[in-house]
Every structure is written in C-alpha cells, then in structure tokens.
T-cell receptor, first 113, second 112 residues
Framework: GENVEQHPSTLSVQEGDSAVIKCTYSDSASNYFPWYKQELGKGPQLIIDIRSNVGEKKDQRIAVTLNKTAKHFSLHITETQPEDSAVYFCAATRNSGNTPLVFGKGTRLSVIA | DAGITQSPRHKVTETGTPVTLRCHQTENHRYMYWYRQDPGHGLRLIHYSYGVKDTDKGEVSDGYSVSRSKTEDFLLTLESATSSQTSVYFC???????????FGPGTRLTVT
C-alpha cells in the first residue's frame, strides 16, 4: 500500500520568510495529493491540492509542486504570517477502487513575529 | 463549514467499558472516515465507509468496529476500551475519495 513520508516534523521561520514542507510517496499510481492545515483545537482543513496531470499549482501565498518521477511533492508558503502557524499534513491516494487517502505524520510550523 | 457533528466532544471512560462515538453529516456525502490523531503519528485511518452498510478497515482497525445504517450517520465502537485508545478521534466526509475531505471538530477520548 501507499506510504507517505513528511519532512520536517517541526519548522520555525521568521515572519515574512518562506516555508517549505516536503513529502515523498511510494505508490507510483497515486494521482491526487492534497495538503491540510490544522489549527489548534480544530479538525484539518484542505488548503490546496494537486493532481498528477499538473506539476505546480498556486493559490495566493501557497503553492504545491509535484515531481512524479521522483515521487515527491512540496508545499511552499511565501511571506509567512503568524496566522500560518499550524500543523500541516500532506496526503496521497490513487484513483482506483475505494483506496482512501494516506496522510503524512504532519509538520508543525511556527511563524515567529 | 461542512455540516459535520461529532458526539460526544469529550469523554472519559474506564478500561474495559464499551464506548460509541457518533458522526453525523448533513451533506449527503458518500464517503465517511474515522481517524485517530496521536502525537508523533499524525492522522491514522481506523475505518471508512463508501456507502450505507459498506465499510472497510484502515491502518489501525484492531479494537474498533463501525456501522453505517444511514447515509448521515457513521458510528465508531470500542468494544472494550483500553488505555492505548486514549486519543483524539476525527470523523471526515467526502463526496468522492479524490475530493476534499471535510473534518469534524473531533472527540477527545480518555481511557483511565
């Protein structure tokens, strides 16, 4: 089955700097890669996703890149703000059968003002 | 916010007692999921459902059972709770597997 590795587990950045979180996956048939943000005391919330037919997707200050050959994808947050502080999860799945999402273990991002 | 509620939101129970957590949705989504979240482990899938009476095991299903008799309700049962099942439990729903999963607010379960 799919296995998703996520790094780093914790990340501290100065406000205004960029943050990058990386994930690798094992199943070459995976084709859907979402990113979730979890604020303290809440459930995770989707912030961006990418499908295997594109290499990059942007939404304001966040972007995701996908390298299918290397089987890794990354989340980029530019001009970080204190409200970006949260735990971020990557996930992956293939579009066949009922195979569910497999999540990485999460990255705790702290943006220091 | 997606219409997902979880009950109870907090529960303390003793080892060996049965516990049932309820997830209720008003979105008529086909897929429903139960996850547990523990420090250092992220989100781990317990069981999921892809339709009424259609369920399957996830990564950490031992000690848990589920039932889905109606589209809107997905129940998670711990037949005999153990201290290792102390965790925060999240329910999630999705229209399809490769669409956004909406998460509920979570249930904090403590087994003493």
């Amino acid at each position: 089955g799919e296995n998703v590795e996520q790094h780093p587990s914790t990340l501290s950045v100065q406000e205004g700097d960029s943050a990058v979180i990386k994930c690798t996956y094992s199943d070459s048939a995976s084709n859907y890669f979402p990113w979730y943000k979890q604020e303290l005391g809440k459930g995770p919330q989707l912030i961006i996703d990418i499908r295997s037919n594109v290499g990059e997707k942007k939404d304001q200050r966040i972007a995701v890149t996908l390298n299918k050959t290397a089987k890794h994808f990354s989340l980029h947050i530019t001009e970080t703000q204190p409200e970006d502080s949260a735990v971020y999860f990557c996930a992956a799945t293939r579009n066949s059968g009922n195979t569910p999402l497999v999540f990485g273990k999460g990255t705790r991002l702290s943006v220091i003002a | 916010d997606a219409g997902i509620t979880q009950s109870p939101r907090h529960k303390v129970t003793e080892t060996g007692t049965p516990v049932t957590l309820r997830c209720h949705q008003t979105e008529n989504h086909r897929y429903m999921y139960w996850y547990r979240q523990d420090p250092g482990h992220g989100l781990r899938l317990i069981h999921y459902s892809y339709g009424v009476k259609d369920t399957d095991k996830g990564e950490v299903s031992d000690g848990y059972s589920v039932s889905r008799s109606k589209t809107e309700d997905f129940l998670l049962t711990l037949e005999s709770a153990t201290s290792s099942q102390t965790s925060v439990y999240f329910c999630a729903i999705s229209f399809d597997r490769v669409y956004e999963q909406y998460f509920g607010p979570g249930t904090r379960l403590t087994v003493t």
